[in-house]
């Protein structure tokens, strides 16, 4: 086999070069995208063979598929981008998925004989919404999760840009997706964050002083929804140059700021992304090779969830065991299914799980009312689900791409259901207002409560781009005194969230001591300044060690230690400093420590040149 050879040979070189402990992982293909209607001549004989192994007989198929070929031989492979899906697109992209898959797994074998470092592929955009057929993507090859059972990583290129906003919305839910169904570490291997090439033919491009907020905002509620790497992409050559983020001093600054945050805080985000979450989303490949309201629905309920900070995952046709896992479940124009899966929400139902259906229903835009699951993956109609659920039809209101999509919320009638579901049926420990006291949109936000502390992650994101003063309750009584880990501010009751800027909020028991760092700053790449520690309740004439250790870009360490008695209860001392650095940007960590050596209190910081 010539790839077989390639790659042994390719391992062989970086041996010999010295090269192979440079390899951080492998990447299979990159942006791939395969149609074996691209090679009908040595494709369609083994699409005919896969149909005769899956239906045995050619009547037996024509009765599934409502169609009336006189034998296997008579069959072509469909047209991909024929808007009109019929049962055996189905069954061809299923075919051209095990094509792909089963080529990538082949790779992927072949590279695990020379090395155990893991291996990806960077797929293409996945999650896409509007009324304009977007349901091609699905005849690209890959499917995550069958990609996953070989794959160590789940790798793909992303675009989210400041001027199509729906893209943040698509782009979160593809990863809580990920994250609830394949379960492997992501990598944004191509990360794409500002419009950086030309616009039009006057030469013009797309950069305000939302451009750095924005790239850093990305990066970040990325990470708070699963992705665990990045790799920021860089224009080198060609007409794009002068756009790229390495002449965006202010783009630069804001990815070295939000990566040291992320580092020294993702201890915080993990706890949020490891909440079990409180409801399901049923994506159905079936659905979504029909029907195109299925992910417009879709995405209207998931931004609906956020708003109100409810945890969100992801069940699917392949995945659909997972539903054990849950007591809510939302069907988001759920119409075809396979009948596997429609079983397992029987069961769900039978067993008191909860289920709100977002519905077709006849009327001003609509010409037929659909019922949840009421037919299979080839269009059959089938027996409708049993036991009660919640339906709710949406009959008003329609979607005109990714215009009304970045203008606007998400559709009245789909928010107003599962609010009223969510209210119903999901106890939300968590709740927020405005300072009137009323609900709040364009909040992506999640919360985790672990005994008497409670960590709160949120982003403003809303369309308006208007800054909003919240509230938080914890079972109805407003939470007060939190802290914003990123900036290090306290004694915050009412949050200020500017559009763009991350929050992580922390509330918890009051500790011994506490520190106050806001002295703190680099000149010259020196760390200077005073940390002050106030002793809240630890017994005087206790021992107290002061760590102040600073983290540079090359991860080196600068650190110093003070040694001293505790000062009295309610008084402040304070350490100065004076280290030198290796950079401009670096996060600082104060910790203060018993004579047990138990930690009393850590606090991080990110400091970086302001002049």
Same mark, same amino acid.
């Given at each position: 086999?010539v790839?077989?050879?390639?790659?042994?040979?390719?391992f062989?070189?970086?041996?010999?070069? /010295?090269l192979t402990? *440079?390899?951080?992982t492998?990447?299979?293909?990159?942006?791939?995208?395969?149609?074996t209607?691209?090679?009908s001549d040595?494709?369609? &004989?083994?699409f005919r063979?896969y149909?005769?192994? #899956?239906?045995?007989?050619?009547?037996s198929?024509?009765d599934?598929l409502?169609?009336?070929?006189?034998?296997?031989d008579?069959?072509?492979?469909?047209?991909?981008?024929?808007?009109s899906k019929?049962?055996l697109? +189905?069954?061809?992209?299923?075919?051209?998925?095990e094509?792909?898959c089963?080529w @990538? /797994?082949?790779?992927a074998?072949?590279?695990?004989?020379y090395t155990?470092? &893991?291996?990806s592929?960077?797929?293409?955009y996945?999650?896409?919404?509007?009324?304009?057929?977007?349901?091609?993507?699905?005849?690209r090859?890959?499917?995550?999760?069958i990609?996953?059972k070989?794959?160590?990583?789940?790798g793909?290129d992303q675009?989210?840009?400041k001027?199509?906003?729906?893209? $943040?919305?698509?782009n979160?839910?593809?990863y809580? +997706?990920?994250?609830?169904?394949?379960? %492997?570490p992501?990598?944004?291997?191509e990360? @794409?964050?500002?419009?950086?090439?030309i616009?039009?033919?006057?030469?013009?491009f797309?950069?305000t002083?939302?451009?750095?907020a924005h790239y850093?905002?990305?990066?970040?509620?990325?990470a708070?929804?699963g992705?665990?790497?990045?790799?920021?992409?860089?224009?080198?050559?060609?007409?794009?140059?002068p +756009?790229? !983020?390495?002449t965006? &001093?202010?783009?630069?600054?804001? !990815?070295g700021?939000t990566a040291?945050?992320?580092?020294?805080?993702?201890?915080?985000?993990?706890?949020?992304?490891?909440?079990?979450?409180?409801?399901?989303?049923?994506?159905?490949?079936?659905?979504?090779?029909y029907?195109?309201k @299925?992910?417009?629905f879709?995405?209207?309920?998931?931004?609906?969830l956020?708003f109100?900070? =409810?945890?969100?995952?992801f069940?699917?046709?392949?995945?659909?065991d997972?539903l054990d896992?849950?007591?809510a479940?939302?069907?988001?124009?759920?119409?075809?299914?396979t009948?596997e899966a429609?079983? #397992?929400?029987?069961s769900f139902?039978?067993?008191?799980?909860?289920v709100l259906?977002l519905n077709?229903?006849?009327?001003?835009?609509y010409?037929t009312t659909?019922?949840p699951?009421?037919c299979?993956?080839h269009?059959?109609s089938?027996?409708?689900?049993?036991?009660?659920?919640?339906?709710?039809?949406?009959s008003?209101?329609?979607?005109?791409?990714?215009?009304?999509?970045?203008?606007?919320?998400?559709?009245a009638? !789909?928010?107003?259901?599962v609010?009223?579901?969510v209210?119903?049926?999901?106890?939300?420990?968590?709740?927020v207002?405005?300072?009137a006291?009323?609900? =709040?949109?364009g909040?992506?936000?999640?919360y985790?409560v672990d005994?008497?502390?409670?960590t709160?992650?949120?982003?403003?994101?809303?369309?308006n781009?208007e800054?909003? #003063?919240?509230k938080f +309750?914890?079972?109805?009584?407003?939470?007060t005194?939190? %802290?914003?880990?990123?900036?290090?501010?306290?004694?915050i009751s009412?949050?200020?969230?500017?559009f763009y800027?991350p929050?992580?909020l922390?509330?918890?028991?009051t500790?011994?001591v506490s =520190?106050?760092?806001s002295?703190l700053?680099?000149?010259?790449?020196?760390l200077?300044?005073?940390?002050k520690?106030?002793n809240?309740?630890l017994?005087?004439?206790? #021992?107290?060690?002061i %760590?102040?250790?600073?983290?540079?870009d090359h991860?080196? !360490?600068?650190?110093?230690?003070?040694?001293t008695?505790?000062i &009295?209860t309610?008084?402040?001392?304070?350490?100065?400093t004076?280290?030198?650095l290796e950079?401009?940007?670096v996060?600082?960590?104060? *910790?203060?420590?018993?004579e047990?050596?138990?930690e009393?209190? =850590?606090?991080?910081?990110?400091? $970086?040149?302001?002049?």
């Open positions: 086999n790839m077989a050879d390639y790659i042994r040979e390719m062989e070189w970086l041996e010999e070069n /010295e402990s *440079s390899i951080h492998i990447i299979l293909s990159n942006e791939p995208i395969f149609r209607t691209w090679y040595y494709y369609t &004989p083994l063979s149909l005769q192994e #899956k239906y045995g007989t050619c009547a198929m024509n599934e409502g169609t009336d070929y006189s034998s296997f008579a069959v072509s492979m469909p047209n991909y981008k024929n808007p019929s049962a697109d +189905y069954d061809w992209s299923e075919f051209n998925d094509i792909f089963s @990538h /797994e082949f790779l074998t072949e590279v695990k004989k155990n470092k &893991p291996v592929i960077k797929a293409g996945a999650f896409e919404t509007s009324n304009e057929d977007r349901r091609e993507r699905l005849t090859g890959y499917d995550f999760e990609l996953g070989f794959t160590d990583i789940s793909f675009i989210e840009l001027e199509y906003p729906i893209q $943040y919305w698509t979160m839910m593809f809580d +997706y990920l994250h609830s169904t394949v379960k %492997k992501m990598y944004n291997s990360a @794409h964050f500002i419009n950086d090439k616009n039009d033919e006057n030469g013009n797309s950069y002083e939302e451009t750095a850093g905002n990305s990066l970040w509620m990325s708070a929804h992705v665990n790497m990045f790799s920021n992409w860089c224009w080198d050559e060609g007409e794009h140059v +756009y790229s !983020i390495l965006r &001093p202010d783009v630069i600054k804001e !990815i700021v040291l945050d992320m580092t020294r805080l993702s201890s915080n985000l993990t706890d949020l992304l490891n909440k079990k979450p409180q409801v399901a989303l049923f994506y159905s490949k079936a659905s979504r090779m029907e195109v @299925h992910m417009e879709m995405v209207d309920a998931y931004r609906t956020a109100m900070g =409810v945890k969100v995952g069940v699917t046709e392949e995945s659909i997972l896992n849950y007591d479940l939302i069907l988001p124009a759920v119409k075809y299914t009948d429609k079983e #397992k929400v029987n139902i039978a067993e008191g799980g909860k259906s077709k229903e006849v009327g001003t835009f010409t659909d019922s699951m009421s299979d993956e269009k059959n089938t027996s409708e689900l049993s036991g009660s659920i919640t339906n709710s039809a949406i008003t209101g329609t979607w005109s791409g990714y215009k009304a999509y970045n203008t606007s919320g998400p559709n009638e !789909i928010s107003d259901a609010k009223n579901f209210n119903s049926n999901i106890i939300n420990k968590v709740t207002t405005d300072e006291g009323n609900t =709040v949109s909040i992506d936000w999640s985790v005994g008497d502390s409670v709160i992650n949120l982003s403003n994101v809303d369309v781009k800054r909003k #003063k919240l +309750y914890l079972d109805g009584v407003q939470i005194d939190m %802290k914003n880990l990123i900036t290090g501010d306290g004694g009412t949050v200020t969230a500017d800027e929050v992580l922390s509330v918890g028991p500790n011994q =520190v106050d760092i002295d700053q680099i000149t010259n790449k020196t200077i300044g005073k940390v520690v106030k809240e309740s017994p005087l004439g206790e #021992k107290m060690i %760590k102040i250790e600073a983290y540079n991860d080196a !360490i600068r650190g110093y230690q003070y040694v008695t505790a &009295p309610g008084e402040i001392d304070g350490f100065k004076s280290m030198p950079s401009d940007v996060c600082v960590r104060i *910790s203060v420590i018993n047990e050596e138990t009393l209190l =850590v606090s991080m910081k990110t400091l $970086y040149v302001t002049e």
